[in-house]
């Protein structure tokens, strides 16, 4: 067994005494083959909520300053996340992101690129979009509803793919594309808070 599986068991079974969690969706997620995953970012557990309720592995780009923490940067590291330098266009992020998708994996994205404060869904950055448009994966959106206060009732869910085929025949730009997939987390949002 390795490190992800363990973990996996470990935190599902800590937050699941600690929340209600509620999952629907996940019928929408393909067994096999690239998932790109887009999910709005309102708590600091949203990886591991995302991580426990989907039956595939997921690969986390995260904000490069967690992988500086002393103990808890091999933890993430461990746990399939890579790092991103955000604000500025990161190289190295976009090939482990692409590479993940060719691969055939399902690589996980917080489109707004930091946890919004308000809990209001806020502006999607365009990397959602270029790796929307740049692979083949099956586009995921995905809508975490709060508040995460104990024993309360968190909700995790996960929407239709989205469509790009007309985006790709259009050669529609990566802003277009990620206006897209924001799009689609905020109808899930509204239909479920």
């Known amino acids: 067994m390795n490190f992800y599986t363990v973990a996996r068991g ?12 509620e999952t629907k969706g996940l019928e929408n997620i393909p ?3 690239a998932v790109l995953l887009c999910a709005n970012h309102i708590h600091n557990l949203d990886p ?3 991580g426990i309720t989907m039956k595939r592995p997921v690969v986390f780009m ?3 300053e967690l ?3 002393p103990i808890l940067g091999k933890i993430v590291r461990k746990a399939n996340a890579f790092p991103i330098k955000r604000g500025k266009a990161d190289r190295e992020a976009i090939r482990i992101g692409l590479k993940t998708l060719r691969e055939g994996k399902v690589l996980g994205i917080f ?3 930091t ?11 365009s990397g959602v979009g270029f790796f929307a448009l740049r692979s083949d994966a099956t586009v995921i959106p995905c809508a975490i509803i709060g508040p995460y206060k104990l024993f309360r009732k968190v909700k995790i869910i996960y929407g239709n793919p989205v469509n790009f085929n007309k985006l790709k025949d259009k050669n529609a730009s990566i802003e277009e594309a990620t206006e897209l997939i924001m799009t689609h987390i905020r109808e899930i949002l509204i239909q479920y808070k």
């Open 31 to 33: 067994k096999e083959g």
């Open 48 to 50: 591991p909520l995302v």
């Open 10 to 21: 470990i935190v599902k079974l800590i937050m699941s005494c600690l929340y209600r969690i």
């Open 115 to 125: 946890r919004s404060r308000t809990g209001e869904l806020g502006k999607g950055l």
């Open 62 to 64: 995260a904000k490069e």
């Open 67 to 69: 992988f500086k923490v």
């Open 111 to 113: 489109p707004e690129g």
